[in-house]
């Protein structure tokens, strides 16, 4: 069973710009997280979609938004892109209790 | 604030010795508990977990053990191996398939 993919691996963008990053859920499953994973800080809850519908954020700025298709694949855009966004962004599916992630990508503003 | 702390920040064990790492939560609606262990460049990959009903729980040489008056739990790494080297990340969620609040993270070094 294929895991939990996410694109692309690396991203290298500059302030200000948006950047769109993209999650493949397990076969199934039909929750869709997202985690912010900065140095230093731990990983941070950022976003939830189950079934189509935003269920719940995290204590994120609005510039930080996303949605979650009819197959349950998931993108992250991060708008007005800051330094401090720098970071391993991670997505985890989920079918009811575990949450699986994916390797993530890693966005580098400069 | 929902916060999960976690200790101690690194650990160095020798090899074949029992690694232990120590987590206390506050929130006490949190009811289920996962230990996530992540290795440099990779995602975090979910090793085991518990709910407040049983005590402990072992799954080959990875037992956790579970304090609810004390509102802490812990895991326990027997027979450690160089292979075990990973950051290990407690976390805690209401209800499961909700967002889980992650402790800071324990950076394990088992040496030979």
């Known amino acids: 069973e294929a895991g939990v993919t996410q694109s692309p691996t690396h991203l290298i963008k500059t302030r200000g710009q948006q950047a769109t990053l993209r999650c493949s859920p397990i076969s199934g499953h039909t929750s869709v997280y997202w985690y912010q994973q900065a140095l230093g800080l731990g990983l941070q809850f950022l976003l939830w979609?189950?079934?189509?519908?935003?269920?719940n954020r995290g204590n994120f700025p609005p510039r930080f938004s996303g949605r979650q298709f009819p197959n349950y694949s998931s993108e992250l855009n991060v708008n007005a892109l800051e330094l401090e966004d720098s970071a391993l962004y991670l997505c985890a599916s989920s079918e009811v209790n575990e949450q699986f992630f994916g390797p993530g990508t890693r966005l580098t503003v400069l | 604030q929902q916060q999960v702390k976690q200790s101690p920040q690194s650990l160095i064990v020798q090899k074949g010795g029992i690694s232990i790492i120590n987590c206390a939560y506050e929130n006490t609606a949190f009811d289920y508990f996962p230990w996530y262990q992540q290795f440099p460049g990779k995602g975090p990959a979910l090793l085991i977990a518990?709910?407040?009903?049983?005590s402990e729980k072992k799954e080959g040489r990875f037992t956790i053990s579970f304090n609810k008056s004390a509102k802490q739990f812990s895991l326990h790494i027997m027979d450690s191996q160089p292979g075990d080297s990973a950051t290990y990340f407690c976390a805690a969620s209401v209800s499961g398939n909700t967002p889980l609040v992650f402790g800071k993270g324990t950076r394990l070094s088992v040496i030979a």
């Open positions: 979609y189950d079934e189509g519908e935003e269920r």
């Open positions: 518990i709910r407040p009903d049983v």
